[in-house]
T-cell receptor, first 113, second 113 residues
Framework: GENVEQHPSTLSVQEGDSAVIKCTYSDSASNYFPWYKQELGKRPQLIIDIRSNVGEKKDQRIAVTLNKTAKHFSLHITETQPEDSAVYFCAASTLGGNNDMRFGAGTRLTVKP | EAGVAQSPRYKIIEKRQSVAFWCNPISGHATLYWYQQILGQGPKLLIQFQNNGVVDDSQLPKDRFSAERLKGVDSTLKIQPAKLEDSAVYLC???????????FGSGTRLTVV
């Protein structure tokens, strides 16, 4: 089955700096890569996603890049703000297939004011 | 659109006791998932239903965990008997087959003492 690895496990940045979180996946059939943000005690919330027919997607301060050949994808947050502090999870699944989603172990991002 | 409903929000039980969690997915979502999230880790898929059929239960500890989705709508997840290591948040999620991403419920935080 799919195996998703995520790095780093913790990340601390200064407000205004950029943050990058990287994930790799093992199943070449995976074609959908969402990113979730989870604040303490709350449910994971989808913040951005990318399909395998696209190399990059941007939504305001958040962008995701995908390298299908290398089987890795990354989350980029620019101009970080304290409210970006949370745990971020990457995931991979096969839409149109069995659609099960496997998650990375998470990255705890701390943005220092 | 109503979200994914889960109950209870919190549950404390002693080891070797039984417990059941309930999930009501978003109306019309054929696929329902149960995830276990241990503190500090990413969600781990326990079982996936497509309507009322099981698609993937490879990571479900079947000696103590069971789940059902009668009539392809609501689902219950049961643990019998519980162990200390079952302490976690149990997240239910649902998706339409070809739709982007999942919607998670608020989860049930289980503490086994």
């Amino acid at each position: 089955g799919e195996n998703v690895e995520q790095h780093p496990s913790t990340l601390s940045v200064q407000e205004g700096d950029s943050a990058v979180i990287k994930c790799t996946y093992s199943d070449s059939a995976s074609n959908y890569f969402p990113w979730y943000k989870q604040e303490l005690g709350k449910r994971p919330q989808l913040i951005i996603d990318i399909r395998s027919n696209v190399g990059e997607k941007k939504d305001q301060r958040i962008a995701v890049t995908l390298n299908k050949t290398a089987k890795h994808f990354s989350l980029h947050i620019t101009e970080t703000q304290p409210e970006d502090s949370a745990v971020y999870f990457c995931a991979a699944s096969t839409l149109g297939g069995n659609n099960d989603m496997r998650f990375g172990a998470g990255t705890r991002l701390t943005v220092k004011p | 659109e109503a979200g994914v409903a889960q109950s209870p929000r919190y549950k404390i039980i002693e080891k070797r006791q039984s417990v059941a969690f309930w999930c009501n997915p978003i109306s019309g979502h054929a696929t329902l998932y149960w995830y276990q999230q241990i503190l500090g880790q990413g969600p781990k898929l326990l079982i996936q239903f497509q309507n009322n059929g099981v698609v993937d239960d490879s990571q479900l500890p079947k000696d103590r965990f069971s789940a059902e989705r009668l009539k392809g709508v609501d689902s219950t997840l049961k643990i019998q008997p519980a162990k200390l290591e079952d302490s976690a948040v149990y997240l239910c999620a649902s998706s339409a087959r070809q739709e982007n991403g999942y919607t998670f419920g608020s989860g049930t935080r289980l503490t086994v003492v």
